[in-house]
């Protein structure tokens, strides 16, 4: 079997995961500077019905904070350190709104 590929398209994990803390603003901003075609990320809604970016339902895994997204607030969410865990230097990166990546992502990527 023989396979051909005339474009390979390269998908940027949750941002450049490997290179930054998954999920955030800095992960998806290097995605884009190393020319993905497009970016896989997770949503959730928060009690107040803001939508936030973050693959777990929990904030424990990639932020100092613990607690179920579902049950925290925008507000509560927004005191999240999301790239300390990561890495120093992406000490107090937030969590970021959908929105404000849609902002960010120019149209043309997938």
């Known amino acids: ?17 490997s290179e930054a803390p998954e999920n955030t603003m800095a992960a998806l ?28 339902e929990t904030l424990d895994r990639t932020t100092n904070l613990r607690g179920g997204i579902g049950e925290m607030t925008l507000t509560d969410i927004r005191q999240a350190d999301a790239g300390t865990w990561f890495s120093d230097a992406y000490a107090g990166e937030p969590i970021p709104l959908l929105r404000e990546v849609l902002e960010l992502v120019p149209p043309e990527i997938a």
């Open 1 to 17: 079997m023989k396979w051909h590929n005339e474009k390979t398209l390269v998908v940027a994990h949750r941002g450049a995961s």
């Open 29 to 56: 901003r290097l995605a884009l500077e190393q020319q993905c075609n497009a970016i896989e990320l997770d949503i959730h809604l928060t009690q107040d019905g803001e939508i936030v970016v973050c693959h777990d």
